[in-house]
């Protein structure tokens, strides 16, 4: 079976946005778990999905270029990112999204959708986000790693990427490294 890896970026007090609506203290998006040899498939829910699209066609359309959400000139990490995920299935978990841009991209309805994917055959599957889908799926039962990206900052206000799980959690931790500038990876396995 595959397995559902989510990967996000978070702050200590574990916010993956703070009150302003985005996680300032990050300065790339690129995939930095190191997934990428392990997946041929990503989810992102439909609330994400929007600002997913556009973000990512900006760069893919223009990688020498300011981003126009941010300003910033794309990492050279995002670039490749954007070329691995322009040929990447993606799904999009949504009742209400009927249309989608992004190349290789099926909407899906349900958690029981994600289900029947993980039986499919192939790669592992990464589980991008939000918050309110990763914690659904952590209490479905269909979440099977959760890789971290620690900031070494309090966020205070903000969202709480466990906001919304219903109930606990054991998780089994696989491993832990410190990385520049005082981020740390953690992975854990659930269950």
Known sequence: ??????????????????????????AGWSED???????DACIIGGNMYPG??????AISNEPDKPLPMTGQSPTADEVTWSRFA???????LSSTITKVQWPNTTI??????????????????????????VASLLDAGLLDELR??????????GKALFATIAKRHNLKLVSTKPLQDGLVSVVYRVG
């Open 1 to 26: 079976m595959r397995k559902l890896i989510t990967g996000m970026k978070i702050s200590v007090d574990g916010k993956i946005e703070g009150s302003e609506g985005f996680a300032d203290w990050v």
């Open 33 to 39: 778990y190191g997934l990428t040899p392990q997946i």
């Open 52 to 57: 997913y699209e556009m973000y990512w066609t």
């Open 86 to 92: 322009a040929k990447t299935q993606h799904y999009v």
């Open 108 to 133: 899906i309805r349900s958690i029981d959708d994600i289900a029947k994917l993980k039986q499919q055959a192939g790669k592992d599957i990464y589980l991008m986000g939000g918050a309110r889908m």
């Open 148 to 157: 971290l990206l620690v900031y070494p900052l309090i966020a205070g206000p």
